[in-house]
């Protein structure tokens, strides 16, 4: 009798507890005086030890401030869902791409006054990296760790072919032709050693249009999927395909891990060639320690010397979502953050050059990549390819590796793929654009 | 007097207990309030709102049904959705039902066997996803390795549009314990009697089961026909860890997988919204097609 009594208030007393409880641990914490910042960031591993190893210098540096940094999994959906909630992060760790949207749906603080403040502004950056973080005449964000990119080749398999490692290839036909020489089947097709594969390892094959001089779309309004020079692209990469089998290709690629792993074809000496970021130094560090190795820009085709030190340059960034509760505090950690002492410790302990201008002797000898300095130069380069910055750069990326599947596939030509990319997301564009302006965000 | 007292303390004590139970169906009344019902309405309100989660919803009518209507990727999912349903569902139903029937056989060590077979779906699917990745791996699979030795040169499992769908399906039946299970229990339900009558009639194993263990059975068959359904309809996890995106060239890119992407990476809420609901009323109208359909084929005991 008297435990049926009990049960009702124990029942409101721990829903009463709960309530209290969950928002004591939203709630900031003020220990030893400090306010605690919410850092949510994507990193793991060796890359989560290097941002740690930032925090943990802040935390240390004064004693007002106390940053906790959380690693997220899906950091992009969680930050947003957080926002709705009403509860984001102080500090979220995204995508340089994923700017435009955020910025779109409201989801980020514009950064300009905090950063005058602070005295942060372009002349502090390579101006790549600065650009990326403004949209519509905000700065929405600040760089974290940037990356650029550039051709990887395996020195053992260039000799094995009777190639000169020393000399890696400065046009598209001469990689075509070394890939070639480097490439290894039976007799049934079954590729055993490849030169070259356009989709590996996959991270790029939505701009290969602009190593022939194409674009996606024209910075302002008109998108240009199916330009003559990105159709040239993709028939160079559909050329892949009808030389060597699509679904050799595709086996060949199947059979491999990705690139962290010592299961990926290039840690495996199975790939002669492949384009990739400055991360990837670090990468063979840990999974192919023995393997032979160098780095150039990667080739432009041999009528388009214009297109030398073509590279996809990104970054991850740092945003202050909207409904943070201590922006100020916030900021004060991303001031530090983007200091030369901040910026060289992420940046060294992830194997990636720094966003910034100036960098110390320290950083150039220390640096774990024997590449660092080609990397941080292609950053500067005029060819520098970024995702474009516009809010549906989403789907219009499904739509890319849609098309790039088809089309290594031989399921369609360059043409018939990039048509409808072009119509497709022309009907898109127009529709984000009504409804930005349905919602006051554009006039 | 006595009598009355024991009334009024009956009436008490009936009192105390209905409050107790209003309590208890009160809470899960707020529960099922608050988490379901009003995101339920919610939602359908946004289908007719464009809506990205951070800004209030604005009105469009019947917008987002339209752009469905017209949007080829919707109708590629629906297609994708549709055809594992048709591999998926007849398969998975088939390997329970069989299952459960030699499982059914009175031989030694059955509970062993028993539990060998439920094993599997026990196991979280995303881990089976990437265990599989690695059997069904074209180049270096375990699979296509043992193909290989009968001299039988194995497809391109997960890299080739025309089997990436069969594979999904094949690999689903890591999945058909829990019906296996359900099967099962529906077979310990055929009465004894039955199977009696049909031995002295001279029927075999195949008539038995034919004639007396399937229509007794029936009922537990069109149950699982009908969770079956909705389980195929909104397959995500497997696909969504082994064929990011839906991989190759969009094979696998099933409603469900459309769906999240619409609301958690393009921010289009309200037409997530819409997709949600086209496939909350395709499953309630094929679960009543089936009940219409199943009226003249199922028995049940008390019919």
Avoid at chain 2, 75 to 83: Q, R, V
Avoid at chain 2, 168 to 186: D, E, P
Avoid at chain 2, 246 to 255: E, I, L, N, Q, V
């Amino acid at each position: 009798m008297f435990l049926s009594k009990a049960i009702f208030p124990a029942l409101i007393c721990m829903v009463l507890f709960a309530i209290w409880d969950s928002e004591r641990i939203v709630s900031p914490r003020t220990d030893n005086g400090r306010v605690h910042v919410v850092y949510w960031e994507k990193w793991t591993d060796t890359e989560q030890v290097a941002i740690q190893s930032v925090v943990d210098a802040f935390n240390s540096s004064q004693d007002k401030i106390h940053v906790d940094m959380l690693s997220i999994g899906d950091v992009g959906s969680k930050t947003l869902l957080a926002v709705a909630g009403g509860e984001p992060p102080d500090i979220a760790g995204l995508w340089g791409e994923n700017i435009a949207q955020y910025a779109d749906d409201h989801a980020v603080l514009p950064l300009e006054e905090l950063c005058a403040e602070y005295g942060i502004n372009e002349d502090r950056f390579i101006p790549v990296y600065w650009q990326m973080c403004n949209y519509n005449g905000h700065v929405y964000a600040l760089p974290s760790a940037p990356h650029s990119t550039a051709l990887h080749y395996n020195r053992t398999l260039f000799a094995n072919a009777g190639l000169d490692p020393d000399k890696p290839p400065k046009t598209i036909e001469e990689m075509d032709s070394m890939a070639e020489h480097m490439t290894k089947s039976d007799a049934q097709g079954h590729i055993d050693v490849l030169g070259f594969l356009p989709a590996e390892p996959g991270d790029w094959g939505w701009g290969l249009g602009n190593i022939f001089g194409g674009k996606l779309w024209d910075g302002k309004s008109k998108i240009t999927a199916n330009s003559p020079e990105n159709i040239r692209a993709y028939t160079w990469v559909a050329s892949y395909s009808k030389k060597y089998g699509a679904q050799q290709l595709r086996s060949f690629r199947g059979g491999y891990g990705n690139d962290v792993t010592p299961q990926n074809a290039f840690m495996a000496s199975k790939l002669g060639m492949e384009l990739n970021g400055v991360w990837m130094s670090n990468y063979i560090h840990v999974a192919a320690p023995k393997l032979k190795w160098s780095a150039a820009p990667f080739p432009y085709p041999a009528d388009r010397p214009d297109m030398a030190n073509i590279n996809y340059t990104n970054q991850d960034v740092f945003v202050i979502p909207r409904g943070a509760k201590h922006p100020k505090e916030a900021f004060a950690f991303l001031n530090f953050a983007e200091s030369q002492k901040g910026m060289e410790l992420l940046c060294m302990g992830q194997g990636k050059h720094t966003p910034l201008k100036n960098v110390s002797a320290g950083f150039w000898k220390n640096h774990p990549n024997p590449y660092i300095h080609l990397f941080t130069d292609l950053a500067y380069s005029k060819n520098d390819v970024t995702p474009p910055k516009m809010g549906i750069w989403p789907e219009y990326l499904a739509e890319m590796n849609n098309a790039f599947d088809q089309i290594s596939l031989l399921q369609k030509t360059p043409k018939e793929a990039l048509d409808i990319v072009q119509e497709r997301m022309t009907e898109k564009w127009t529709e984000h654009l009504e409804r930005l302006r349905a919602r006051g965000e554009i006039h | 007097m006595i009598g009355s007292q024991q009334t009024t303390r009956v009436r008490s004590v009936s009192r105390a207990e209905s409050r107790a139970a209003m309590l208890f169906v009160g809470l899960w009344g707020f529960g099922f309030t608050i988490f379901l019902l009003y995101p339920l309405l919610a939602s359908f309100y946004y289908s007719f709102c464009d809506y990205s989660v951070l800004r209030s919803p604005i009105w469009v009518g019947t917008a987002n049904y339209h752009g469905l209507w017209k949007d080829e990727v919707f109708w590629t999912t629906i297609k994708n959705t549709a055809t594992y349903a048709a591999m998926a569902l007849p398969l998975g139903l088939l390997v329970a039902l069989s299952l459960a029937l030699l499982l059914n056989a009175k031989v030694p060590g059955m509970s062993l066997f028993r539990t060998i077979f439920f094993l599997p779906s026990l196991l979280p699917m995303v881990s089976l996803a990437i265990l599989w990745l690695w059997v069904f791996n074209g180049e270096h699979g375990i699979l296509n390795e043992v193909l290989r030795r009968l001299h039988i040169n194995g497809p391109n499992w997960l890299g080739d549009p025309a089997w990436s769908k069969p594979t999904l399906a094949l690999l689903a039946m890591w999945g058909t314990g829990n019906a296996m299970v359900i099967y099962l229990a529906g077979l310990q339900g055929v009465p004894l009697h039955l199977n009696e009558a049909a031995n002295l009639d001279g029927a075999g194993w195949w008539a038995k089961t034919r004639h007396v263990t399937l229509p007794m059975l029936s009922p537990v068959i069109f149950f699982n026909l009908i969770m079956g359904i909705i389980d195929t309809l909104q397959v995500f996890s497997v696909p969504y860890v082994m064929f990011p995106n839906g991989t190759p060239a969009r094979s696998t890119y099933f409603y469900t997988m459309y769906l999240f992407d619409n609301a958690f990476i393009y921010h289009k809420m309200g037409y997530a919204c819409a997709m949600g609901w086209i496939l909350f009323l395709t499953i309630l109208g094929l679960t009543w097609m089936a009940l219409k359909i199943s009226d003249r084929h199922i028995y049940y005991g008390g019919n």
